[in-house]
């Protein structure tokens, strides 16, 4: 199933070349998965996890899961990420390059803040405070991104059947 054919079409004005002349164009509605498919993924109770390993997509991780990677959509609902390059973990080396462009390619190694042994951000000055540089910051916030909830493959199929109905009404 195309996760796009299923969602409603409407029609939209836009404003086309240079002298601005209006056209109408039939698009799909993308903001309704958020409303229909919330309310299906609410019934959910059980899910497993799945860490994913540098490199993996949306699309192999479909397909290591449920044979199918054009399934990759119902993935990333299911996980509440709905920007697929910022809401999946990078690999390391782009994590480095997203480091270099974000702090600049002499500060990857900068301090970023101070903590204290539990973990709290602290001053400098605090007793014993551990400074954490710019890119194991950069990667905690990463890491938090691998591991994601997934439902089995006839949830799934449930899913993808619910979906379907809803956006037939």
């Not at 799909?28 to 994913?52: C, F, G, H, M, Q």
């Not at 400098?124 to 493959?153: G, L, M």
């Amino acid at each position: 199933m195309a996760y796009f054919e299923k969602l409603p079409e409407m029609l939209y004005n836009f404003r086309v070349g240079s002298s601005g002349e209006e056209k109408v164009f039939v698009v799909r509605d993308i903001t309704a998965n958020v409303r229909v498919l919330k309310s299906v993924l609410e019934n959910i109770s059980l899910y497993d996890e799945y860490d994913i390993v540098d490199g993996e997509t949306p699309e192999i991780v479909s397909e290591k899961l449920y044979d199918r990677p054009d399934l990759h959509w119902a993935l990333m609902i299911v996980n509440q990420r709905f920007d697929y390059l910022n809401d999946w973990p990078l690999p390391y080396d782009r994590l480095i390059e997203y480091c270099k462009d974000k702090y600049g390619t002499n500060a990857v190694y900068s301090i970023h803040h101070y903590e204290d042994a539990d973990g709290f951000v602290v001053n400098s000055d605090y007793p014993s405070a551990i400074s954490i540089d710019n890119i194991t910051h950069e990667d905690r916030i990463n890491e938090t991104k691998r591991t994601i909830k997934i439902v089995s493959k006839a949830l799934i199929e449930q899913i993808m059947n619910e979906f379907t109905k809803l956006m037939k009404t």
